[in-house]
């Protein structure tokens, strides 16, 4: 396969990172985050399933996470089933009592069922507050944009 491009391509590349107020990782517990990813990683088994992309977790440890949408943005990776060894990423979990109503952004291959065990990982918004105060990571947040006054605020002048 060949392909061809313009002397214009050049100019289409990121050579500087702006300054945001979210946080600029790739991926939550990535090279730059640095959080543990493994170590707050929770199994579980599938306990009701309404379709491929909605169903609900029993999870182990069965205690409640520090907030209920802990799990948004995660992601699940099924161990048993017809969908051993896929991951998808999850849209929203609504997590009480130990269990994690998990619904995912794409279907997963195949039918989940009941009993099929898997692991969830939870994921980061990428705020300031979250990394602060969920994960104790702020040490590694990559938002600038917070640390910087903003252009009203640079044009005041002295005082």
Not at 117 to 136: A, H, I, N, S
């Amino acid at each position: 396969m060949t392909e061809i491009r313009g002397l214009t391509q050049a100019l289409s590349q990121n050579i500087v990172q702006t300054a945001g107020e979210r946080c600029s990782v790739k991926r939550f517990g990535d090279q730059f985050c640095k959080f543990d990813v493994a170590a707050v990683t929770r199994t579980g088994v599938v306990t009701e399933v309404t379709s491929r992309r909605f169903f609900t977790v029993a999870l182990t440890p069965s205690d409640d996470p520090p907030v209920p949408t802990y799990f948004n943005g995660g992601r699940i990776a099924f161990t048993s089933g017809k969908n051993a060894g896929f991951f998808r990423e999850v849209k929203r979990a609504i997590v009480s009592a130990g269990a994690a109503q998990i619904e995912l952004w794409d279907e997963m291959p195949d039918d989940v069922e009941v009993d099929d065990t898997c692991t969830l990982e939870p994921g980061c918004d990428k705020t300031y507050e979250t990394c602060r105060d969920v994960f104790q990571n702020i040490v590694n947040f990559r938002g600038y944009g917070i640390f910087i006054p903003g252009a009203l605020e640079l044009m005041k002048g002295p005082t």
